[in-house]
């Protein structure tokens, strides 16, 4: 079956930077666009989780106003992952995130990042 499995979350000062994996199996991972998504703690109510990037299968990239310069979404199709390096962190970019396979509609359990001092 499907299986998106998150990694490399953490705590890191403000400033710092962190890389995300997200390790795919149980489709054609090359076949298809990949996102990330963050849900931040005490979400409003009414929001849920947000995109932050998404890469097609041809390596187009989308980015969230927020964190465009500062993350970058890749993918490595023949480990069959997806990846997020995120750097210059700031405090609201503290969150669970999560992989996303929109295509075969399945998440990931996701990732804390905390950023603070």
């Known amino acids: 079956q499907v299986q998106l499995v998150e990694s490399g979350g953490g705590l890191v000062q403000p400033g710092g930077s962190l890389r995300l994996s997200c390790a795919a199996s149980g489709f054609t991972f090359s076949r298809y666009t990949m996102s990330w998504y963050r849900q931040a703690p005490r979400q409003a109510p009414g929001k849920e989780r947000e995109p932050v990037a998404g890469i097609s299968s041809g390596g187009t990239t989308y980015y969230e106003d927020s964190v465009k310069g500062r993350f970058t979404i890749s993918r490595d199709n023949a480990k069959n992952t997806l990846y997020l390096q995120m750097n210059s962190l700031k405090p609201e970019d503290t969150a669970v995130y999560y992989c996303?396979?929109?295509?075969?509609?399945?998440w990931g359990q996701g990732t804390q990042v905390t950023v603070s001092s």
């Open positions: 996303y396979a929109p295509m075969v509609n399945s």
